[in-house]
C-alpha cells in the first residue's frame, strides 16, 4: 500500500478563495470541500478544489484569503450531472498548514499510471503541438483514479509512440481551465475543468526507461 501512496503526489500553495462546504461522510468521518487559488508565473490563477477530512482541518485557518500549503493526492470520481455521468477532479489533502513563505513552484504533481485510452495528438491554429493523454493511477482496494493530462512540443510527439497498457510517469502541474457550457438556446453556464499540464514525462519498462522533457511544456498556457 506504500507504493500505491507514492505513485499519486500534489503540492500546491495558494490562498483559500470559498468558505468549506460538506461534502459527504464515510466511516463516521466528515469530509468538506473549498476552493484554493494557485498562481501561476503570469497573472493567471488556477481554481483547484480541495477535499479534506474534518480530522486535518482543526486548528487551520481556511477563511477565505489565508495563504495555505496543501499535499495530498488528486483524485477522480464520477458523478451523475445533468443526466449524464461526468468525471470529477479534487485534490484529496493529506496536509495542510499555514504557508509563511512562497516557493518558487507553487503547483507540483508526480504522477505513476497507465495508459488508458489511445493518447490523441494534434495541433492548434496557431501550430502548437498538443496531445491528450488519460492517465489510470492505481490506488488501494483495487480503485483507480482517471487522470487526463495535456503534452505539449517533444513531449507530445512523444506520446505518439506510446500505447493503451504503458506504464508511465510524468511531472508537472494540475491546471484549471473555464469553459462555457450551452443548457438552452438561450442560457450558458460556467463550468471548471481539470488536466494535468506535463513537463516531463518517461515510458517505465522491465529493462530501461525512456524519458522526455520539453522546457516549452513549463510555460504558462494562460
Not at 478544489?49 to 480530522?55: F, L, P
Not at 510517469?169 to 450558458?188: A, F, H, M, N
Request: overall charge negative; glycine content about 6%; hydrophobic content about 35%.
Amino acid at each position: 500500500m506504500d507504493n500505491l501512496m507514492l505513485n499519486n503526489k500534489i503540492y500546491l500553495e495558494g490562498s483559500v478563495s470559498s468558505n468549506l462546504e460538506f461534502s459527504h461522510e464515510m466511516y463516521g468521518e466528515g469530509f468538506y470541500t473549498f476552493y484554493l487559488d494557485v498562481k501561476r508565473l503570469s497573472d493567471a490563477k488556477d481554481s483547484i478544489c480541495i477535499t479534506v477530512s474534518e480530522r486535518i482541518i482543526s486548528g487551520v485557518d481556511l477563511s477565505i484569503g489565508s495563504e495555505i500549503i496543501v499535499e495530498g493526492q488528486l483524485r477522480s470520481y464520477n458523478k451523475f450531472v445533468d443526466g449524464a455521468n461526468r468525471l470529477i477532479l479534487t485534490v484529496f489533502a493529506r496536509n495542510i498548514e499555514p504557508c509563511i513563505e512562497r516557493s518558487k513552484n507553487p503547483n507540483e504533481i508526480f504522477l505513476d499510471g497507465y495508459i488508458c485510452k489511445e493518447p490523441v495528438y494534434r495541433t492548434t491554429p496557431f501550430g502548437r503541438e498538443i496531445a491528450d493523454v488519460l492517465l489510470a493511477v492505481n490506488r488501494p482496494y483495487n480503485k483507480s483514479d482517471y487522470i487526463p493530462t495535456i503534452a505539449w512540443g517533444r513531449n507530445s510527439r512523444f506520446c505518439q509512440t506510446l500505447n493503451v497498457g504503458d506504464n508511465i510517469r510524468i511531472w508537472g502541474r494540475l491546471q484549471s481551465r473555464e469553459y462555457q457550457k450551452r443548457v438552452s438556446d438561450t442560457e450558458t453556464i460556467k463550468k471548471i475543468a481539470y488536466e494535468v499540464s506535463v513537463s516531463k514525462m518517461e515510458r517505465v519498462s522491465k529493462d530501461s526507461v525512456d524519458s522526455t522533457e520539453d522546457l516549452n511544456s513549463t510555460q504558462d498556457i494562460g
